[in-house]
């Protein structure tokens, strides 16, 4: 079993710029974040594999969003700038265990992130 530890959510403002990270216990295939804001549903925002590193981002983050990692740390960061209050929402990390995983095994707690105007 892989937990997974997210960090970072807060408060800022319209235009501002938030890194979250998400620290994984064990070993694992891929990394996700998603979000979910009151009322709607949970959406997508980034995921690639650990190895062959080729993020696919939602297009309602791309050129503002970035995924990064630190192997040694078996972290992966969200790098959130010119935040818009659209954005706020709890934001997940999520993991699959392995290349046969059809959905994701394990997530995280969830991070507040709130972008006032």
């Known amino acids: 079993q892989v937990q997974l530890v997210e960090s970072g959510g807060g408060l800022v403002q319209a235009g501002g710029s938030l890194r979250l990270s998400c620290a994984a216990s064990?070993?694992?295939?891929?990394m996700g974040w998603f979000r979910q804001a009151p009322g709607k549903e949970r959406e997508f925002i980034v995921a690639?594999?650990?190895?062959?590193?080729?993020?696919r981002y939602a297009d309602s983050v791309k050129g503002r969003f970035t995924i990064s990692r630190d192997n040694a740390k078996s972290t992966v960061y969200l790098q959130m700038n010119s935040l818009k209050p659209e954005d706020t929402a709890v934001y997940y990390c999520?993991?699959?265990?392995?290349?046969?995983?059809?959905?994701?095994?394990?997530w995280g707690q969830g991070t507040q992130v709130t972008v006032s105007s």
């Open positions: 064990g070993r694992t295939f891929s």
């Open positions: 690639t594999a650990w190895s062959g590193w080729n993020p």
């Open positions: 999520a993991a699959k265990s392995s290349v046969v995983s059809g959905t994701y095994d394990y």
